[in-house]
């Protein structure tokens, strides 16, 4: 019940005060962010150096797990909106979201993997619309002005928890192994579920809207904010969304290479960063870019023109293709046997980060004030299922590329050898996968031995023996001992090195262009909650 003390100002009247229920969202935010993004940062590295997959398999299970993690929301959605109100959600959906990373901290294999993601999935993703929403719903009319702010607030703790966690995980994976680098990341999103308790009567919780949100939701003000939203987030932004999320996946991929020069020197001091902790910059351009855009860019061009929302996000899908450009420049070079410094993708980093600046953190604004008031988890899922139609776009080119090879052989021992009747289609430096259990092992020069599977490359070709001779993506050479196994199954790629990245910018390039068109036909209507349907509003 609304406490009797509450009292509402007029519409004529605004507040400068945050509400009161504000820390404890940004808190739990950021240790959620921390949680998710530390796993998210070595699940690439975990499956292809401690699961021996193929790039092009992990790529594809990475992207089918942003998948799920961005559909679920739909349904946490639903049944925040109904049923359970937001808070109540929220709490539910953490307790599975901290049983996913249990999984992932103390099984190691291919099952525990698909279990842990999945319970991940389900609470990471269904807790999602209801935390941007439920922040949204701790202002009423008289601070509706403050909403802009509280949002990038609201980025900005998830990329301080990003940063740190993309940073640190890579460093715990590779010292300490996947069972601390998956179970520190759990302990912070128990954290993120007792921060969130904490603050429970502290918050503006909106109560379900029950039977309500089925007469709102095919209402007309119902029917056209899912139009149009619809139009945008899935018709558009979703492929924003299939560029950023390589940076977990293509772009570590890329940054594995031997020829890309990891060594940052500064002068005074230099130092090698590991391939996964390369998504660091994107957090830490964040923590500069947002204050950047909202205090100093955005006030100095509305001197002179309009920047509305559709602008904004029309302009960032330009600035997030450049960023692919780049990379495929960085990647061109190294395909003719060039190195490459990493400070390259610092600053595709830069670019792509900008564009995010401009379309996800005004498209998350933009969803919850156009939402009607019963639906604004509801909508904003629409916003996440976005992010998961990108993933859907790259996991669908990633398996369309993959092209079968049948060797007659292939030979283990000092050089590791695949022998084919023609080598002649074939060049150095070309991507070769092995899939599945191979049965034989490479023997590293220190004695250690790992699965022979995955991802290698084409050191050289003897066409005298129809062979060709392998190395690691690193382009060390290899050595194997073992027979492998019949079943094993070999593959190339028909899109492979710069033009892979050049297929992405082009793509995004055109939706750019047709947004540039359809967004100036779009018309804007804000909706803010009130405390009417409020269950419990403390004291501002």
């Avoid at 002068?267 to 830490?284: C, D, E, H, R, Y």
């Avoid at 019963?374 to 998961?388: E, I």
């Avoid at 001779?469 to 090195?497: C, F, K, P, W």
Wanted: hydrophobic share 50%; with cysteine.
């Amino acid at each position: 019940m609304r406490p009797p003390n509450i009292q509402q100002d007029s519409m004529t009247q605004t507040s400068n005060r945050m509400p009161v229920g504000i820390p404890y969202i940004i808190g739990n935010e950021l240790a959620e962010r921390f949680s998710y993004y530390g796993m998210r940062a070595i699940l690439v590295v975990f499956m292809t150096q401690y699961l021996a997959m193929s790039n092009a398999e992990a790529t594809i299970w990475y992207h089918e797990f942003s998948i799920a993690v961005y559909a679920t929301p739909f349904l946490g959605a639903l049944l925040s909106d109904i049923f359970l109100g937001k808070y109540r959600t929220i709490i539910l959906l953490s307790l599975v979201y901290c049983a996913g990373h249990v999984v992932l901290a103390v099984n190691e294999t291919r099952e525990g993997l698909a279990l842990g993601l999945g319970l991940i999935a389900m609470g990471s993703g269904g807790i999602k619309p209801c935390v941007s929403a439920h922040l949204g719903d701790q202002f009423q009319a008289d601070k509706s002005h403050l909403l802009e702010r509280v949002y990038g607030y609201f980025y900005l703790s998830i990329n301080v928890g990003a940063f740190v966690s993309t940073l640190l995980t890579p460093w715990l994976l590779e010292s300490l192994g996947p069972n601390v680098a998956f179970g520190i990341p759990g302990l912070l999103m128990f954290l993120a579920t007792f921060i969130f308790w904490l603050g429970r009567d502290r918050f503006v919780s909106i109560k379900p809207a029950g039977r309500r949100f089925f007469a709102e939701a095919f209402a007309g003000d119902g029917l056209r904010a899912m139009g149009k939203l619809a139009i945008i987030y899935f018709g558009f932004i979703a492929f924003f969304w299939s560029l950023f999320d390589q940076t977990a996946s293509t772009w570590v991929i890329q940054a594995q290479d031997g020829l890309m020069d990891k060594t940052i020197d500064l002068g005074i001091v230099s130092f090698t960063l590991l391939p996964s902790q390369i998504q660091a910059m994107n957090p830490l351009f964040i923590l500069v870019l947002v204050p950047a855009f909202t205090f100093l860019i955005y006030p100095f061009v509305r001197r002179y023109v309009r920047v509305p929302p559709m602008r904004k996000i029309c302009f960032g899908l330009f600035l997030a293709a450049s960023s692919f450009f780049l990379i495929g420049w960085v990647q061109s070079g190294m395909d003719a046997g060039e190195s490459r410094s990493i400070g390259w993708q610092f600053l595709a980093y830069l670019i792509l980060t900008a564009a995010e600046v401009m379309v996800s953190i005004t498209a998350l604004e933009f969803a919850y004030t156009q939402a009607p008031n019963a639906m604004k988890s509801f909508l904003l899922s629409f916003y996440l299922l976005s992010v998961s139609l990108g993933n859907v776009i790259t996991t669908v080119v990633n398996h369309a590329i993959i092209e079968p090879l049948t060797p007659v052989a292939i030979e283990t021992g000092a050089d590791t050898r695949v022998l084919f009747d023609d080598v002649s289609i074939f060049e150095v430096g070309q991507k070769i996968d092995l899939t599945g259990e191979s049965g034989a092992v490479v023997v590293a020069a220190d004695g250690s031995e790992q699965a022979f599977g995955g991802t290698y490359m084409v050191e050289s070709i003897d066409p005298n023996a129809g062979a060709l001779i392998l190395m690691n993506v690193q382009r060390e050479h290899i050595a194997t001992r073992g027979v492998v196994a019949d079943e094993v199954s070999v593959s190339t790629y028909t899109l492979a090195g710069a033009n892979y990245f050049y297929f992405f910018a082009w793509l995004t390039v055109g939706a750019a262009a047709l947004f540039m068109l359809v967004s100036r036909f779009f018309t804007e209507k804000q909706y803010i909650q009130s405390l009417d349907d409020a269950e419990n509003a403390p004291a501002q």
